[in-house]
Nanobody, 125 residues
């Protein structure tokens, strides 16, 4: 069992930055691939970024590529999402998710085993 707790959300002006954190419980953090997703009101949950167990491999949604960066610190059981050049369309509830490494699409939320409760990011224009 893995428990995930997100933090770092808030209100920021367009063009600003935020760093989200996701703290994981349990000793299996380093064996899990990690992802960030977001969901805006009235929209489906969408993929933002994912990172491999080691942190060497990352993948991003086209809409955030070049602006967002996902990293992890396995010693601290934490994954981060650095968000720069924020836009109003980035406003959403941001979720952290974990999955055991196995074949599958990291962009598919159904592939993930554990989810946090989410942290709200609001970007004012």
């Amino acid at each position: 069992q893995v428990q995930l707790v997100e933090s770092g959300g808030g209100l920021v002006q367009a063009g600003g930055s935020l760093r989200l954190s996701c703290a994981a419980s349990g000793r299996t953090f380093s064996t899990n691939q990690m992802g960030w997703f977001r969901q805006a009101p009235g929209k489906e949950r969408e993929f933002v970024a994912a990172i491999s167990r080691s942190g060497i491999s990352t993948t991003y949604a086209v809409s955030v590529s070049g602006r967002f960066s996902i990293t992890r610190d396995n010693a601290k059981n934490t994954v981060y999402l650095q968000m720069n050049s924020l836009k109003s369309e980035d406003t959403a509830l941001y979720y952290c998710a974990a999955r055991a490494e196995r074949p599958g699409r990291l962009q598919d939320p159904d592939e993930y085993d554990y989810w946090g409760q989410g942290t709200q990011v609001t970007v004012s224009s």
